[in-house]
C-alpha cells in the first residue's frame, strides 16, 4: 500500500497567492482528516470528512481556507489569498471506518513569503 | 469534551535504560487511546493503541503502553533505549462511544536518547 499521498511536498508562494494543497487517502478508508502543525500551535485538527461529506470544519482558521473531498480518492486544501501567518506543515491523514486508526501522509510545508 | 496532556517537554535517557513517556487523559465516554510518533520532517507514525482488552499494549518497535483506568493514563514505554528513538512523541484520545468523535492530540513530548 503506497499510504496516504501528499503534494506538493514543499511549496514556497507569496502573500495574497491562491494555495492548493492536494490528498490522497489510502484506498478503502472513508474517513480524511486535514491537520496543520506548527511550532507555537502544535498539531491542529482543520477538517475532517467522513464518506465524502465535510463533518467537522470548526478547526478552519477564516474563510480564507476551504476543504473539498468530490470522491473517495482525492482531496484538497485551498487557502486563498495566503498569509505569513498560514505557513505551517499541513498534513493529510485517512482512517477506515469505523473511525479507526488515523494514517499520515508525509504533509506539505508551506513558506508563505 | 476530551483532551490530553503531556506533562514532559522533553525526556532525556541515555541508551540502554528504560524509557518512559507519560500521558493523562480526559473524556467522557469510552477512551480510544493511541501512540504515534514523529521523526523530523515527516508525519506521525502509528506506534500503539487501546481499545478494549489487557492494560498493556504492545506496538511497533518494541514500544509498550499500559492503561490506567483509575489514574486516566497511557504512558509509553520501553525496556531499552536506542538513539534511534529519538523523536517527537504524540498521545491522543477518542471517545469510543461516539460515532463522529475525532482524535485529540497532546502537545507532544521530545525523547532524546543519548549514546
Known amino acids: 500500500d503506497a499510504g496516504v499521498i501528499q503534494s506538493p511536498r514543499h511549496e514556497v508562494t507569496e502573500m495574497g497567492q491562491e494555495v492548493t494543497l492536494r490528498c490522497k487517502p489510502i484506498?478503502?478508508?472513508?474517513?480524511l482528516f486535514w491537520y496543520r502543525q506548527t511550532m507555537m500551535r502544535g498539531l491542529e485538527l482543520l477538517i475532517y470528512?467522513?464518506?465524502?461529506?465535510?463533518?467537522?470544519d470548526s478547526g478552519m482558521p477564516e474563510d480564507r481556507f476551504s476543504a473539498k473531498m468530490p470522491n473517495a480518492s482525492f482531496s484538497t486544501l485551498k487557502i486563498q489569498p495566503s498569509e505569513p501567518r498560514d505557513s505551517a506543515v499541513y498534513f493529510c491523514?485517512?482512517?477506515?471506518?469505523?473511525?479507526?486508526?488515523?494514517?499520515f501522509g508525509p504533509g506539505t510545508r508551506l513558506t508563505v513569503l | 469534551a476530551q483532551s490530553v496532556a503531556q506533562p514532559e517537554d522533553q525526556v532525556n535517557v541515555a541508551e540502554g535504560n528504560p524509557l518512559t513517556v507519560k500521558c493523562t487523559y480526559s473524556?467522557?465516554?469510552?477512551?480510544?487511546l493511541f501512540w504515534y510518533v514523529q521523526y523530523p520532517n515527516r508525519g506521525l507514525q502509528f506506534l500503539l493503541k487501546?481499545?478494549?482488552?489487557?492494560?498493556l499494549v504492545k506496538g511497533s518497535y518494541g514500544f509498550e503502553a499500559e492503561f490506567n483506568k483509575s489514574q486516566t493514563s497511557f504512558h509509553l514505554k520501553k525496556p531499552s533505549a536506542l538513539v534511534s528513538d529519538s523523536a517527537l512523541y504524540f498521545c491522543?484520545?477518542?471517545?469510543?462511544?461516539?460515532?463522529?468523535?475525532?482524535?485529540?492530540f497532546g502537545k507532544g513530548t521530545m525523547l532524546l536518547v543519548s549514546p
Open positions: 491523514a485517512s482512517s477506515p471506518p469505523p473511525l479507526g486508526t488515523q494514517y
Open positions: 484506498s478503502g478508508h472513508n474517513s
Open positions: 470528512f467522513n464518506n465524502n461529506v465535510p463533518i467537522d
Open positions: 473524556v467522557s465516554g469510552n477512551p480510544y
Open positions: 487501546y481499545i478494549t482488552g489487557d492494560n
Open positions: 491522543a484520545v477518542r471517545d469510543g462511544n461516539s460515532g463522529y468523535s475525532t482524535l485529540t
